[in-house]
């Protein structure tokens, strides 16, 4: 009977191993939703997770931070660069959002550089 169920095993095995993996995120997600960067210049990453397309924005009123692009679709990263601080601390918010409606906000505050 042992000698039987081992090559029965080893086939539904390998067959389990073979199934492609495939990420699916049916809401909105990011890798954090707070960032403090420090008062060099600088660019970060923030991974998006979502199974469709999403856009991404920085408040209209900030002019020290940037986004390396303001759309993606699926998984993927979106870089926001930060120029240098050389007054006060400064905070802004990235917002990003799908189309099912959702969103989610990224606080940002940028050390002091005085």
């Keep these: 009977m042992k000698k039987f169920l081992t090559p ?8 389990a191993c073979q199934q492609k993996y495939v990420d699916r995120y049916d809401s909105l997600a990011v890798d954090r939703t ?6 060099t210049a600088s660019t970060i990453p923030v991974m998006v997770y979502y199974s469709g397309p999403w856009t ?8 020290w931070a940037s986004l390396n692009r303001n759309s993606g679709d699926k998984i993927d990263a979106i870089y926001v ?21 959702e969103s989610i906000s990224i606080q940002i505050n940028q050390k002091a550089g005085i």
């Excluded at 029965?8 to 067959?15: F, G, K, P, Q």
């Design 81 to 101: 660069t930060f120029q240098e601080n050389t007054g006060v601390a400064r905070e802004t918010t990235l917002t990003l959002s799908n189309n099912k409606n």
């Design 8 to 15: 029965i095993l080893v086939v539904l095995l390998t067959a």
């Design 56 to 63: 991404a924005v920085i408040a209209s009123d900030c002019d």
């Design 34 to 39: 707070y960032l403090s960067v420090e008062c």
